[in-house]
C-alpha cells in the first residue's frame, strides 16, 4: 500500500511500512520543507568564511525542548528554524563533539564560526522538531541525556527510549553524552522537607534523622557519574568522554554542604574528559578556549532571542584585535560580572551602592598579551574603583586600583586578593576627568595616571593572557558610580 504526501510543487512515495513510522515521515516531509525553505531565502547573504580562517575560541549553544507553544522557558520551534537559518547564513558551522574535544586539546584546528550545538535531558521534543532543520542544514547536534528516564525505564512519552536513540544516531547528525542518572531531580536536604539538587547537596535521610555523611555523598555522586557512562556505553556502544551537569549545577551554590564543589568535580574528572555546565553569572568570557579547564561553558539560549539577538551574542563574543577603541555608542561585550552597568550617551556607568559595587570586563580580549589599556574616566562619590589585565575570570587578574589618594598594583589569584605595589599620593579629584590605565608586558605591570607611571611593579605568576575590565565599589556607604569616557588598547 502507498501513501501520497504533496510537499510543495513535488509528490514523494512512501511505502507504508513498520519502518517508516508516522513521525519519522512527518520528519522527512518536514526536512524537505526546511531544504527547500532554505534554497529559497536570499543566498546572496550567505556569509563566506575564508579557507584559511581558524578558530581561536569555540561557543556551545544550549537547548532543551523546542517547542510550538511559549511556556517561558523553551525555545519556540519557530524561533529556532530562524536562529538555525540565520547562522547558516552568517557562516557558522556546527562542529561534532570529537572535534571539539581535539580542538580543546589543542590538537586540531577547527574553521572560524564554529559552534558545537547542544541539547539536554534526551527530551522527544528536542529531536522529532530539530532532527529535519539539522538535516537541511547538514548541521549536527550532541544530546545529553538522562540514562535513568531514557535507558534504565525505557523511555515514555517525554522522553527519548533506547530505539528512538538508536534511529538517531543512526542518522549521522545526532551524538549522544552523559546528563547523569539521577540528578536531574530534586531531593529532601533537611529535617523540614526543603528541597535541593542532586549534586549540590547532601541528602536528608529521613529514616535515620540526619544528613549524609562526607563519604556516603561522595559515593552516591560517583556511583552516579560512573553508571550513566555506564548506561550509555553499555546500550549503544558509545565513546562518553563528556557529561552535562543537571541545571548547571557542580556543587558551587551548595545550600548545606560547602565542599561540594570540590567533591563533584574531582568526581567528574575521575570519569570524564571535560564536563559542560551552563553560567548564569558572566564569570568568564563567552566562548572556550584550548587552554581552558575541564569545565566548559554553554551559552543558554533565551526564549526571547530571535535570531538577530543570537547572532549579536556570538559576534561581541568573538575574538577582538588589538588595537581597540569603544567610545561606547553602542554595546561591543562588555560584560557585568555583578552589579549594575549601562551604557549611554557616549559612557559605560558602573553603579554601586551600600551592599554591592559592580565590575564588568570585555569579552572577546582572552588572548590580549602585552598591551596598555586607557581610559578616561569620572567618579560621582569618594569610592573606589580598578582597571584590570590579564583577565581570565573573577577569582584570576591583575589589577590598578586607584582612590583619591592612592594607587595599588594588586592581583587576584584564585579568589584571593594579593598587594604587589602602592604609591601613597594625592591624584584624583570627585567629579574630576582624568586619564588612567595599566600596562602589562611580560611579568611587569604598570599603573598609569595623566599619561604618567604611577607604579611599576615585576609579577612572577602573572598569566601569559589575558582580557581588561573594571572594578568599582564605595568607601562612604553611599550611592555612586564610575562614569567611563573611553577605552582605547595598544599594542605593546
Excluded at 103 to 123: H, I, W, Y
Excluded at 380 to 404: G, H
Aim: hydrophobic content about 35%; aromatic content about 14%; proline content about 3%.
Amino acid at each position: 500500500m502507498l501513501v501520497v504526501f504533496g510537499v510543495s510543487s513535488s509528490i514523494f512515495l512512501f511505502k507504508k511500512t513498520d519502518f517508516f513510522t508516522a513521525r519519522q515521515m512527518v520528519q522527512t516531509i518536514n526536512y524537505l520543507n526546511y531544504k527547500l525553505a532554505f534554497a529559497q531565502t536570499d543566498n546572496e547573504s550567505l556569509a563566506a568564511v575564508g579557507i584559511n580562517d581558524r578558530a581561536k575560541s569555540v561557543p556551545v549553544l544550549l537547548y532543551h525542548g523546542i517547542i510550538d507553544r511559549p511556556d517561558g522557558s523553551n525555545i519556540l520551534l519557530k524561533d529556532f528554524e530562524e536562529q538555525m537559518f540565520g547562522l547558516k547564513k552568517a557562516g557558522w558551522q556546527t562542529v561534532s563533539i570529537e572535534d571539539f574535544r581535539e580542538f580543546m586539546k589543542g590538537g586540531k584546528e577547527l574553521p572560524a564560526k564554529s559552534f558545537l550545538l547542544t541539547f539536554d535531558d534526551g527530551r522527544k521534543d528536542s529531536y522529532y522538531p530539530v532532527d529535519p532543520i539539522l538535516r537541511a542544514l547538514d548541521y549536527r547536534a550532541v544530546m545529553f541525556v538522562d540514562t535513568q528516564h531514557s535507558i534504565n525505564l525505557g523511555g515514555n512519552g517525554y522522553y527519548l527510549s533506547p530505539k528512538e536513540l538508536t534511529k538517531m544516531l543512526e542518522s549521522g547528525h545526532w551524538e549522544i553524552q552523559s546528563h547523569s542518572r539521577k540528578a536531574h531531580s530534586f531531593y529532601p536536604i533537611d529535617k523540614k522537607g526543603n528541597v535541593g539538587t542532586f549534586l549540590g547537596n547532601k541528602f536528608w535521610l529521613q529514616d535515620e534523622e540526619r544528613l549524609e555523611t562526607d563519604e556516603e555523598f561522595e559515593a552516591r555522586i560517583r556511583a552516579d557519574l560512573q553508571g550513566s557512562k555506564s548506561d550509555i556505553r553499555n546500550t549503544f556502544g558509545v565513546d562518553i568522554f563528556s557529561f552535562a551537569y543537571p541545571f548547571g549545577d557542580f556543587g558551587r551554590d551548595s545550600i548545606n554542604f560547602p565542599d561540594a564543589e570540590r567533591v563533584v568535580l574531582a568526581a567528574a574528572q575521575s570519569f570524564y574528559e571535560m564536563s559542560f555546565y551552563q553560567s548564569w553569572t558572566r564569570r568568564t568570557f563567552t566562548s572556550n578556549y584550548p587552554d581552558s579547564s575541564f569545565l566548559i561553558k554553554r551559552i543558554g539560549v533565551r526564549p526571547y532571542w530571535n535570531s538577530n539577538n543570537l547572532l549579536k551574542v556570538l559576534s561581541i563574543a568573538e575574538d577582538k584585535n588589538l588595537p581597540y577603541q569603544d567610545d561606547f555608542t553602542s554595546f561591543n561585550g562588555w560584560n557585568e560580572s555583578y552589579g549594575k552597568i549601562s551604557i549611554e550617551n557616549g559612557s559605560m556607568i558602573l553603579y554601586s551602592n551600600p551592599k554591592i559595587g559592580s565590575s564588568v570586563f570585555l569579552d572577546g580580549s582572552y588572548l590580549w598579551e602585552d598591551y596598555i589599556f586607557s581610559s578616561g574616566v569620572q567618579l560621582t562619590k569618594k569610592q573606589t574603583f580598578s582597571l584590570f589585565a590579564r583577565f581570565k575570570d573573577t577569582s584570576n587578574y591583575v589589577a590598578c586600583v586607584f582612590t583619591l589618594d592612592s594607587v595599588r598594583a594588586e592581583q587576584m589569584m584564585d579568589g584571593k586578593r594579593v598587594l604587589r605595589a602602592e604609591k601613597k599620593v594625592k591624584l584624583l579629584s570627585i567629579g574630576e576627568n582624568f586619564e588612567v590605565g595599566i600596562g602589562v608586558r611580560s611579568n611587569t605591570v604598570d599603573c598609569y595616571v595623566s599619561n604618567s607611571i604611577a607604579i611599576k611593579t615585576k609579577i612572577e605568576k602573572l598569566p601569559k593572557n589575558g582580557g581588561v575590565g573594571f572594578e568599582l565599589w564605595d568607601l562612604e556607604k553611599e550611592e555612586g558610580s564610575l562614569v567611563v569616557n573611553s577605552v582605547t588598547i595598544e599594542q605593546l
